[in-house]
Every structure is written in structure tokens, then in C-alpha cells.
């Protein structure tokens, strides 16, 4: 209560009151007048008592109203009362209700701060600028999936592009292409040979290229083929294609050598417009005549067995939206030699682009993506190492096995190699003896716990080019801007992010595990996104241990500096230093752009 609201009221009332006041003691002066003249006779006491009535009347009546002035007085000031008392008890409850909020908001940051405190901090591991490729070898499925949804989410995080050519047929970058939907990219998943028919990848390529792509097509079930052999095959297509003329498709290529090896009735392909009678008599006097022709006619024959299974090819192309995650892979239904042959058809082919294609600005902004490249020819793997390295597109192989032709080529020229766990014994003795015996590399309890949770993979691609239909391209930015951002998507869009969620909540895979020795029975037993990454310095060969969980980026103590710049960082006076449980991913630690949210970085 206020005391000096209390004063207004009563001097607001003795205000009110003031005349009724004097009219009720006037009257009783005047009862008493009217007394004494009554009993001094000066009256008679008939007109005393008719005097007194009135009087006495108005006195009480003005005394009545001055008790109900003070009765509202009271009843006011008790009203104002009761509702300070409410304004009161409302104010408690607001303070109680407050600093149980804070109580329990506190805990809560006690509990994470806890937890923070608790877990190991993840750095990056970079490869150097000059680096152009990396070669990974050995690994599982459920380990080149985590792999290449790491990659691919820091590639398109940092506004570049990324084209995954999957020839596992184990649909690995099924993640990463949930992570591009929910991040607001688009992007582009081709199903072999189903959507061979919407492949427009070599359409617009020269006579001289497509032949050259076509022969080496030709080549995947010849592993004895020699360089003559091909260039053989390659003049045979040449000739085929000046009959054609520009544009030719593939089921006219495999028509003209259809007469060429004179194989079935050329009547059928006259009638349905693959061949004109021009080219049909044009074909038949290519190569002369005697023994010279029945080896074009073999050849022939052998070539139109292997092209015949690229007919469908581009027969039915329509114009794709733009993408930044494009997908081509390979049908686990379909059968193993027409997906080699599929295989080395869009490598070819995509070798061809790259040549043609000027060398881009930023090494990486493009990022090519060959897994199970051990499936392809060794003179296919060169030509496109040599294409992404000219062109400066980052190149990342996986092989499952080493082979002799993988041996050869892993670590060639400017490529950093990594090493996934290797099951077969004689791999993991030719590892050990690329990196060195002597290193020791200690390995976290948290990716020993994560791997065997998901150790399985069962998933299928789903084609978003059939039909003609694009991904939902026509989504407006509206609608976008209320997906979350890369923390959320990873954690919501892969089983990886699941899987680590509910184990970070154990406290006993917060800490270190275990160190081991590079030997060839260690590295049979590493987990499934362990990583191995080496690659030769001014200072020696340099061996780090990584974690391609891609769960990882999600962590309060992750950042995407590497261990020596983020201490070389600290250690510097008067450098701003960035609080990781902030923003993982430090400005200047990190990629150029500023926001977490990649969605609209380009």
C-alpha cells in the first residue's frame, strides 16, 4: 500500500464531508439553543419539541452520511489493499516459477557442460593443396558409405560440386543424397541400365570422342587387349560414324556394324529409320574385300555384342534441372558384365568432358566420387586421373581390394592414399609396408562403439530422373528456409547421426581406447570408418588416423581446423580465438562461408 494514496482518499473525503459536517453540528447547536429556550420558558415546549425533531433529524441524517463516506473510505482503501496482496502473490509466483526455470535450465547446462567437459575434441584432416587425388583402398560398404557422406557434406557445405559414380551397386550414397534433399539441393540420382534411356552424359561428343569412348567400352571384357588392338576396334567405330554423320546414336552405330558383319536382315533396321539405303550401301564398301574382310567382320560382330547393350542410351533425354549432387550408379539386379560395361562407358565418357572442359579456379570446387574403381580398366583409371588433374577436379577412388592394377596406380603422381580396414591378409601386409611399421596412432573408444551399429547396409537408389520427372526442382526458397541446417540434417537424414546420438549419451565412449602399431593384423581389425590417411611430405611420409563417421561434424567439439593450425591459432597473441561449443566450424578455421547452414551457399 501506498501511504500517500492513503492521504488522497482521506482528504478527498473530509473534502466531501466538510458541508455536511457543519450542517450536522449547526444543527445540534441548534437543538441545544432550542433547549435552553424550553427551559427558560422563553418557547413553549409544543414548538421546542417540533424544533428538536427537525434538528435532530438533519444531525443524524448528516451523521449518517458521514459514516457511509467513511464506510467507502475503508471499503476502498481494503479493495486497494486485496489488490496489492494479488499484484503480490503474483509477483512471488512469477519469481518462483523464474528461478525454477533457471534451476532447471542451470542443471541442464550443468549436465552438458559435463558432458562437454568429457569428450575428446575432433580436428580435421586436411591433405595438402597440391594434392589432386585420393586413393582409398580396402574398406566396407557401411564404411565407404560413411566415407563419401563426409566428403560429399563438407564438398557441398563449402559451395562445391560432386558427382558420385557408384559402381558397388551397395547404394552408399543413399545418405548423402537424403543430407543434399534436406540441406535444399536437388540432386540428380540416374539407376543403370533402367535410366540408360534419360543418360545424356556423351551425347554432344565429337565423332573422334564418341569412337574413342566406344572402343574403350568394347575393351572391359578384353583384359588382353593391347593398345593396337583398341586402335583397331577405334578405326573400325570412326569409319562407322563419318557414314553416320553428326549425332549419331548408339542403335545406329549398332546397326551400321549389325550389316557391317553382316548379322541378321538389314532390311528390319531400314524399316525402322536406323540406317538410310545411302549409309547400308556406303557401310558395305568400307573395307574392301577377301581375307582383310572377314576380320572386319569379326571385329564387327564382337563390337556390336558389347554396344548392343548401350541402345537404350539417350533415346529418351530430357533437360535436367541443375544439381550439385549428381549420382550414377550401377543396378545390384542387373548382371555383372552389363554393369562393367556401364561402368566403363560413363568413365569414358567422363573423361571425355573433363578434357574438354577448362580448368577450374578452385581445385576441388568439383569433386568426383569413383567407388569400387578396382571394376574398371587400368588404362580407363589413367585417362581420368589425367583428365581430373588437368581440369583440377578432385578425384577420390575406393577400391576394395588391391589387385595388381590397383597396386600400380595407388599413390601415383600427386594423390594422398587412405586405408579402410583390409580383410584379405596379403593386402594388409602391402598397406603396412606403404605406410611403415614404426607409427603409432591411438584410436578413439567412440569409433570403435559406432561402427559395429551400423555395419549393415541395405538400401536402393531411387531414380529421380525417371519419367522425366524432376526431384522437386520447382520447391521455392520459402519453402526451404525452415530446414534445418547441416547439425540437424546429418543427425535426422543418416543412420550414422542416429547411431551416435544414442552413444554419446555413455560415458564410457568419451574417452580414449586403445593404441596400436600399423601392422598387417591391425589393420584387419580396424573399424568400419576408421581411416588411415598418408601421403608423402618435404619431411618424410605422414601417417594420421581418421574417423569418416560424418556424425562427427555434429559434435560440441568438432572444428574443421587441423590439430597444429588450430594450436598454432591459440598460441598466437592477439588472434580472436572461437568458443567450439559456439560454432563448431570457426570462421577462422573453417570453410569461407559464414553460415552453418549450407543450403544456400553456392
Not at 580448368?359 to 569400387?372: D, L, M, N
Request: with cysteine.
Amino acid at each position: 500500500m501506498d501511504p500517500a494514496w492513503i492521504r488522497r482518499e482521506r482528504l478527498q473525503e473530509d473534502l466531501l464531508n466538510r458541508p455536511v459536517k457543519t450542517v450536522g453540528i449547526l444543527m445540534v447547536l441548534f437543538s441545544v439553543l432550542i433547549l435552553v429556550l424550553g427551559f427558560t420558558e422563553v418557547i413553549g415546549w409544543s414548538f421546542a419539541a417540533i424544533g428538536l425533531v427537525v434538528t435532530g433529524g438533519v444531525a443524524l441524517v448528516c451523521g449518517y452520511v458521514v459514516r457511509q463516506g467513511e464506510r467507502a473510505l475503508w471499503s476502498r482503501i481494503r479493495e486497494q489493499e486485496a489488490r496489492a496482496e494479488r499484484r503480490r502473490e503474483t509477483r512471488e509466483k512469477k519469481l518462483y516459477d523464474a528461478q525454477e526455470d533457471h534451476a532447471e535450465r542451470y542443471r541442464e547446462w550443468a549436465a552438458k557442460k559435463e558432458l562437454y567437459d568429457k569428450q575428446l575434441t575432433w580436428y580435421a584432416v586436411a591433405i595438402p593443396d597440391e594434392i589432386d587425388r585420393i586413393d582409398v583402398a580396402g574398406g566396407t560398404l557401411p564404411g565407404w558409405s560413411a566415407l563419401i557422406t563426409l566428403l560429399g557434406a563438407t564438398r557441398l557445405y563449402s559451395g562445391g560440386h560432386l558427382t558420385v559414380l557408384d559402381l558397388s551397386e551397395g547404394a552408399i550414397a543413399k545418405d548423402l543424397i537424403e543430407l543434399a534433399r534436406r540441406g535444399g539441393d536437388d540432386p540428380l540420382v540416374w539407376v543403370l541400365p533402367v535410366d540408360l534411356p534419360r543418360l545424356d552424359l556423351g551425347a554432344t561428343l565429337p565423332p573422334e570422342a564418341f569412337a574413342d569412348v566406344l572402343a574403350h567400352v568394347v575393351s572391359v571384357s578384353e583384359e588382353h587387349r593391347t593398345t593396337r588392338d583398341l586402335s583397331f576396334d577405334n578405326a573400325i567405330l570412326e569409319r562407322v560414324l563419318e557414314v553416320l554423320g553428326e549425332n549419331a546414336r548408339i542403335n545406329q552405330v549398332t546397326a551400321a556394324l549389325r550389316a557391317l558383319a553382316q548379322v541378321g536382315d538389314p532390311r528390319d533396321d531400314l524399316r525402322s529409320g536406323l540406317l538410310t539405303a545411302t549409309q547400308l550401301e556406303r557401310i558395305g564398301t568400307l573395307f574392301g574385300r577377301g581375307v582383310t574382310d572377314r576380320v572386319v567382320i569379326e571385329r564387327a560382330w564382337a563390337l556390336e555384342s558389347q554396344l548392343r547393350k548401350l541402345e537404350a542410351l539417350g533415346s529418351e533425354a530430357v533437360r535436367l534441372p541443375h544439381a550439385r549432387l549428381r549420382v550414377v550408379s550401377m543396378d545390384r539386379q542387373a548382371g555383372v558384365f552389363g554393369n562393367r560395361v556401364l561402368g566403363t562407358y560413363v568413365a569414358t565418357a567422363l573423361t571425355h568432358v573433363l578434357r574438354q572442359s577448362p580448368a577450374s579456379e578452385r581445385p576441388w570446387y568439383h569433386t568426383i566420387i569413383v567407388a569400387g574403381a578396382d571394376k574398371l580398366r587400368g588404362d580407363v583409371l589413367d585417362r581420368l586421373m589425367d583428365a581430373c588433374e588437368t581440369s583440377q577436379t578432385g578425384l577420390v577412388l575406393t577400391y576394395r581390394s588391391l589387385t595388381p592394377t590397383v597396386r600400380e596406380r595407388l599413390g601415383r603422381g600427386h594423390a594422398a592414399v587412405a586405408f579402410m580396414r583390409l580383410g584379405n591378409a596379403e593386402d594388409a601386409r602391402v598397406a603396412s609396408e606403404h605406410m611403415g611399421t614404426e607409427h603409432r596412432l591411438e584410436l578413439a573408444q567412440l569409433t570403435e562403439t559406432i561402427s559395429p551399429a551400423v555395419d549393415g547396409l541395405n538400401g536402393t537408389y531411387i531414380s529421380t530422373v525417371r519419367d522425366g520427372a524432376a526431384p522437386a526442382g520447382a520447391e521455392s526458397e520459402e519453402e526451404r528456409s525452415d530446414e534445418g541446417g547441416l547439425r540437424e540434417g546429418i543427425t535426422e537424414s543418416t543412420e550414422w547421426g542416429r547411431s551416435a546420438t544414442k552413444a554419446m549419451g555413455e560415458e564410457r565412449v568419451l574417452h580414449r581406447s586403445r593404441e596400436f602399431l600399423v601392422e598387417p593384423h591391425q589393420l584387419q581389425q580396424l573399424p568400419t570408418t576408421s581411416v588411415i590417411v598418408t601421403h608423402a611430405t618435404a619431411e618424410g611420409r605422414q601417417v594420421r588416423l581418421a574417423d569418416a563417421n560424418p556424425a562427427i561434424l555434429t559434435f560440441p567439439k568438432t572444428t574443421l581446423g587441423e590439430f597444429e593450425e588450430v594450436r598454432r591459432v591459440m598460441l598466437t597473441p592477439g588472434t580472436p580465438k572461437s568458443d567450439p561449443e559456439e560454432d563448431p566450424f570457426p570462421p577462422n578455421l573453417g570453410p569461407p562461408p559464414e553460415r552453418l547452414d549450407w543450403r544456400r551457399t553456392h
